[in-house]
């Protein structure tokens, strides 16, 4: 099956059954006889699904009449089609033939001088795409109302945000410091010649100069190293956990952050907490491969009496379910499969998540809120709603260079420092008779 078939069958799977490109692509790239052409159709699937709704723009101007449903798979050649045109740099005629070409595979011939009108009928009047672009929507390929949200969040860092999604996020390692000091696996890298770098902020980070399989960069199989975005790298630091603290972590599939509290601190007592088992599987296989111990639980942190022993804990981690508007830039079929009612609902389980887990934290102890979201809903607005309705909650200053402060915590922005958008509350449960 060529590249762009592949493609093609994947993209139609995303855009027309709702199923995200983490779900579909891995299995899809495995099954590749031709292994060389595995990084082609990543590109091609990131790439249309990253400007899909530039690339649907262009498609619909030149069309006369919308596909039908059970033609996807033609609308998605034609996506594809415009992307190699407008983003890479592949000989243009080839592309276009190619492209053509798949009509044949799909078994719908029909659609040949469908795909190559549209295609060339672009090619003759590219310059359309300035007219397009006089549309928001258009020129950042963001559904209207999450540019609505962006733009009202942050008036004046909206350009950036969006920019920043639409740009591919390099790989971030994480060395696991209990097996290798960053700096030594650093040195190792180089010494394969494989370009990498350190970041600010997150001191066992290293960024990879180029995408490529982690799988086979040296120690793997050892437990080295994780792959973690370094606005990730900063929850345990901030969990400031101490040897023999009972610490919850209540969203904790894959594990990575659970793993790399361990990681800074062995001699806790980690409870790894997570509601989907299949997804508590990938905990198990991380702790494994890093060496680490947790207690693995399969429970819903909103209803603790399920699985809880009574043991208050001295820390908790909640990286809550959220609407993932800081990680665009590694999915970027969250801006197809997102939709606006979601938020709400979201913002809403993740106050009840709080609400339950308040009454696992000691007196004293402390409750690290996290998200992967650049919107104050799910964010500063949660934490100041939270603060203001739960006597003794209050607010543990955040003292960092990173991100900004903001109302309640503090707010990455997405490519800030090169991180992902990301937002930290720390919240103190007050001991009795505390001052606030
Ligand atoms: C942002 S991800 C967590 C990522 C993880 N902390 C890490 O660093 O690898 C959110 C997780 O919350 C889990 N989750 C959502 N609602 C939950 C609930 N009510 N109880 C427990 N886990 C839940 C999801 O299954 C998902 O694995």
Known sequence: MSARLTATKILSEVLGQRRSLSAVLPAA????????????????????????????????????KPLKKKDIDIQCLLLLGLYQLIYMRVPKHAAVAETVAVTNALNKPWAKGLVNAVLRSYQRNSDVLT????????????????????????????????????????????????????????????ANDIGAESLPYAPQAIKLAKLQDVTALPGFDQGWFSVQDSAAQLAAPLLDVQPGMRVLDACAAPG??????????????LVSLDHDEDRTRRIHENLLRLGLNAQVLVGDAAQPESWWDGQQFDRILLDAPCSATGVIRRHPDIKYLRQADD????????????????????????????????????????????????????????????????????????GESGMDGFYYACLKKQKFNEDI
């Open 29 to 64: 790239l495995l099954s590749m006889k031709k292994s060389g052409d595995r990084p082609l159709v990543s590109e091609f699937c990131y790439g249309v699904l990253r400007w899909h709704l530039r690339l649907s723009a262009i498609s619909q101007h030149f069309m006369h």
């Open 131 to 190: 007219k397009l672009d006089q549309d928001d929507v258009v020129s950042t390929a963001h559904p209207a109302w999450l540019l609505g949200k962006i733009k009202k969040n942050w008036p004046d860092e909206w350009q950036y945000i969006v920019n920043a999604n639409n740009n591919p996020a390099p790989i971030i390692l994480r060395v696991n410091i209990a097996k290798i000091e960053q700096q030594d696996y650093l040195k190792l890298l180089e």
């Open 256 to 269: 990575g952050k659970s793993c790399h509290i361990l990681e800074c601190e062995p001699g806790v007592e």
């Open 343 to 414: 938020i709400t609902g979201l913002v809403g389980v993740q106050g009840e998540l709080l609400q339950a887990l308040w009454s696992l934290l000691k007196p004293g102890g402390q409750l690290l809120y996290a998200t992967c979201s650049v919107l104050t809903q799910e964010n500063s607005g949660q934490i100041l709603k939270f603060i203001k309705e739960q006597k003794g909650a209050c607010e543990v200053p955040i003292q960092a260079q990173w991100g900004r402060h903001v109302v309640a915590g503090r707010q990455i922005m997405t």
